[in-house]
T-cell receptor
Framework: GQQVMQIPQYQHVQEGEDFTTYCNSS?????IQWYKQRPGGHPVFLIQ?????EVKKQKRLTFQFGEAKKNSSLHITATQTTDVGTYFC???????????FGKGTKLSVKP | GAGVSQSPSNKVTEKGKDVELRCDPI?????LYWYRQSLGQGLEFLIY????????KSGLPSDRFSAERTGGSVSTLTIQRTQQEDSAVYLC?????????????FGPGTRLTVL
């Protein structure tokens, strides 16, 4: 399956600032999943987007799936130190359910 | 119930030795995946088991890597004649049915260091 490109690779913000990470694919995606990995931890599922143009919110997190289903974004409003970690988008790798991960965006938050 | 568990949590081995990594998926989950995460990198798919079907080995980097899943539950990832480039965190995940829309639940990983 095609890779998913994720930008930026790193993001340093002051606590209270907003943060956005973007995930792009050259091919149409059936769905996109987002995971968060805390430092020293393992990936934890955040959300899955399936429909074109879909927008989902989890408290301060807003997830979007593009109209063409080729891109997605995760936006965090008013970051907190608890938001620190690496955020990965992932696409499914084909008929099987294995995931193809982007390289992630590592977020650091300065208190 | 309990989440995915993996053992050992850390493994240090000498180059050329064989290692076995274990994964206990969530009870009732039919699909099991192995991924590898090198330092500061994303996750690389290795192998996938679904029920009693033949595993999808398309992600294994070399024939030194193999995996088994006994009784549709516990899985063991074996790396023979380890090399320094095998050093990474090996993550196991399981999901209910293996559908492309299933949530995958990850274990804590095994950190492998090859000296």
């Amino acid at each position: 399956g095609q890779q998913v490109m994720q930008i930026p690779q790193y993001q340093h913000v002051q606590e209270g600032e907003d943060f956005t990470t973007y995930c792009n694919s050259s091919t149409t995606l059936s769905n996109i999943q987002w995971y968060k990995q805390r430092p020293g931890g393992h990936p934890v599922f955040l959300i899955q987007l399936v429909k074109s143009g879909e927008v989902k919110k989890q408290k301060r997190l807003t997830f979007q799936f593009g109209e063409a289903k080729k891109n997605s974004s995760l936006h965090i409003t008013a970051t907190q130190t608890t938001d620190v970690g690496t955020y990965f988008c992932a696409r499914t790798g084909g008929s099987q359910g294995n995931l193809i991960f982007g390289k992630g965006t590592k977020l650091s938050v300065k208190p | 119930g309990a989440g995915v568990s993996q053992s050992p949590s850390n493994k240090v081995t000498e180059k050329g030795k064989d290692v076995e990594l274990r994964c206990d998926p969530i009870s009732g989950h039919t699909a099991l995946y192995w991924y590898r995460q090198s330092l500061g990198q994303g996750l690389e798919f290795l192998i996938y088991f679904q029920g009693n079907s033949a595993p999808d080995k398309s992600g294994l980097p070399s024939d030194r890597f193999s995996a088994e899943r006994t009784g549709g539950s516990v899985s063991t990832l074996t790396i023979q004649r380890t090399q320094q480039e095998d050093s990474a965190v090996y993550l196991c995940a399981s999901s209910w049915s293996g559908s492309s829309t299933d949530t995958q639940y990850f274990g804590p990983g095994t950190r492998l260091t090859v000296l």
